[in-house]
């Protein structure tokens, strides 16, 4: 049966685990470096679910809950407790995963994405604390098929994001999850990683008809690992809803699997209702309360988050709004810039010193998947600002420029030295670019008689043949006065 998809509406709701970046566990002294370890090196009695041992609260980890609940806007809780949810699967030792129910640490925030449309709040109803599982890994095919567990994650602390149902789109969600892992980035709570697993997202999205709003069966989506994996994933899972509504099919409350390779969702469980964890208060922790000088303190500590950088980059530098966005998606990119920015000397400009950290250098962090901390190491910023002068002060040419770069991280020479090295300095000389000038006008006939006709585009093609004569070093400006003063005398 046909349909039309814009007679329906999207609705996504996120659920998100941060691990957080704390040196112990959540309710016990391991090290929480534990990636590269051995496999079950770093438990304990209480992260292994001993009988007989109990769970202490890392402070830190409380600290960096309440951090990220500031940051999005959240309500601090005054009173707060931890409860067991309980189920039985391999990778909960205990049987029941200490986590936060009716009482968590932050609820009622919200944070913002740009859409088409503009600006849109996204609520989040709730922040949480908890600890992480262990870690299955499948191994063999058919009858010799075998799991292992790892407990070295078990106990590392959690922080679950739940947002409204407020997403209207897979872009929106993608936008909101970009926009998340910024704000955790800044703060420093976590590495926010999907790649390594500290970032992990699970979406909830159902359809219904434009103009209603009754909320229809929902269908949860796992298994997802990256930014295109969640857009991806519910673009799938939207239009398989249409189709199975339009056809008057029943669609389930099922937990479904991402297949990242087949690019569909697959069937992996009916969906668990809260109570059947059936959640009770933990009784080996005592709930937390908060004062309010201690969430003043934590207040304070907040760094200044990204959306306030961007708008400050747009003032203070008078950059866009795009520009101001790339350049603080990180918080090391908008230090780097900003102690960029500081040694610049004339005649760049803060604009110019934007252009070479959004372009140039960001292709190679893209080529060498690198951070821009990787790059600093090689490239400080003294070495780029006097990259970016001798530019600007036209010692060189934008594109002798980036090879120049390519040159200075690979090497860690200066920008100065590799000029001088590889004579790469920009000819500004009329007579050294005379012969130049004279054979791209000589072997290109059919520009020169274009350029006579009117088509005075022409001149600029003439003017890129100098640029390959003189491999990129020639002043195009001058070339292209020359070039249309010779053309005229013809």
Same mark, same amino acid.
């Given at each position: ?182 704000? %955790?980035?800044?703060?420093? /709570?976590? +590495?926010?990683?999907?790649?390594? *697993?500290? !970032? #992990?997202?699970? @979406?909830?999205?159902? =359809? ?7 909320? %229809?069966?929902?269908?949860? /989506?796992? +298994?997802?690992?990256?930014?295109? *994996?969640? !857009? #991806?994933?519910? @673009?799938?899972?939207? =239009? ?20 990242? *390779? ?229």
């Amino acid at each position: 049966m046909s349909y039309n998809f814009d007679d329906y509406e999207t609705i996504i709701g996120l659920e998100v685990h941060a691990q957080l970046k704390t040196k112990s566990k959540m309710y016990c002294r391991c090290d929480a470096d534990y990636v590269n370890a051995a496999p079950n090196t770093h438990v304990c009695p209480v992260c292994l679910g001993m009988p007989g041992s109990l769970p202490t609260v890392n402070k830190q980890a409380v600290e960096y809950a309440m951090m990220t609940a500031l940051a999005l806007n959240c309500h601090v809780a005054e009173f707060t407790k931890f409860d067991r949810k309980n189920y039985n699967y391999p990778d909960l030792v205990k049987g029941y995963q200490i986590s936060q129910y009716d009482l968590p640490i932050g609820s009622h925030g919200w944070l913002t994405v740009d859409t088409e449309e503009g600006t849109r709040k996204i609520g989040i109803n709730r922040c949480h604390m908890e600890e992480d599982v262990g870690k299955l890994t499948h191994h063999g095919h058919g009858s010799s098929a075998y799991t292992v567990i790892d407990f070295n994650r078990a106990g590392m602390p959690l922080l679950e994001i739940v947002s409204e149902p407020d997403m209207r789109s897979p872009e929106e969600a993608r936008q909101y999850l970009v926009k998340l892992r910024s704000i %955790l980035w800044y703060t420093g /709570v976590s +590495n926010a990683s999907m790649e390594e *697993g500290s !970032f #992990r997202c699970d @979406a909830n999205i159902s =359809i219904r008809p434009k103009g209603t709003d009754k909320l %229809l069966t929902k269908v949860e /989506v796992k +298994n997802i690992n990256s930014f295109r *994996g969640v !857009f #991806r994933a519910l @673009a799938y899972e939207e =239009i398989r809803q249409r189709e199975m509504f339009a056809a008057g099919e029943r669609i389930i409350q099922e937990t479904r699997g991402w297949m990242d *390779g087949e690019g569909k969702t697959v069937s992996q469980r009916s969906k668990e209702e809260a109570n059947d964890y059936r959640y009770f208060p933990e009784p080996d922790i005592p709930p937390i309360t908060p004062s309010r000088e201690w969430v003043e303190e934590v207040r304070a500590k907040l760094p200044e988050l990204p959306d306030a950088r961007r708008d400050r980059f747009m003032e203070q530098y008078a950059l866009s709004s795009y520009d101001s966005s790339l350049l603080t998606s990180t918080r090391e990119m908008a230090d780097y810039y900003e102690k960029l920015v500081s040694v610049l000397e004339a005649p760049a400009t803060s604009k110019d010193a934007a252009n070479w950290v959004i372009g140039s250098v960001s292709t190679i962090l893209n080529n060498e998947t690198i951070d821009i901390a990787a790059f600093a190491e090689k490239v400080d910023v003294k070495g780029l600002s006097g990259l970016i002068t001798l530019v600007a002060n036209k010692t060189i040419t934008a594109n002798t420029g980036k090879e120049v770069l390519d040159e200075m991280y690979k090497t860690g020479k200066s920008a100065k030295d590799i000029v001088a090295e590889k004579g790469l300095a920009q000819i500004s000389d009329e007579g050294a670019l005379d012969q130049a000038v004279a054979d791209a006008i000589a072997a290109n006939p059919q520009a020169v008689a274009d350029y006579k006709a009117g088509k005075t585009q022409s001149a600029r093609f003439l003017v890129g043949q100098v640029m390959k004569l003189t491999k990129g070093r020639a002043n195009a400006n001058l070339v292209m006065d020359m070039i249309t003063k010779k053309l005229g005398e013809l």
